[in-house]
């Protein structure tokens, strides 16, 4: 899956005025691929991801910068789990 930065997440939040994950994804599923300024790889990754966060139980995030450093950390987390 394509990875996103922070300026995609950006593009997400100029895009409406979300009032929670579902709103987003919605926004995503239906528009995200066919944005001039996210790739679609990009658009399928931030999906991913805020499903994720969603499903974990996470409050929505109004701030692009504080969503993509959570979502990074999670990927990185799930990426690389703790060895028990």
């Not at 930065?5 to 995200?32: C, K, M, P, T, Y």
């Not at 658009?43 to 109004?62: E, N, P, S, V």
């Amino acid at each position: 899956m394509g990875a996103y930065r922070q300026s995609d997440v950006e593009v997400l939040f100029r895009r409406g005025n979300w009032r929670n994950w579902d709103d987003a994804i919605h926004w995503l599923e239906e528009n995200g691929e066919a944005d001039s300024e996210l790739a679609p790889g990009e658009a399928l990754a931030l999906r991913a991801d805020l499903m994720t966060l969603r499903d974990m139980g996470f409050k929505f995030i109004h701030k692009p910068d504080e969503l993509y450093k959570m979502a990074h950390e999670h990927r990185r987390r799930d990426k690389h789990p703790a060895r028990s």
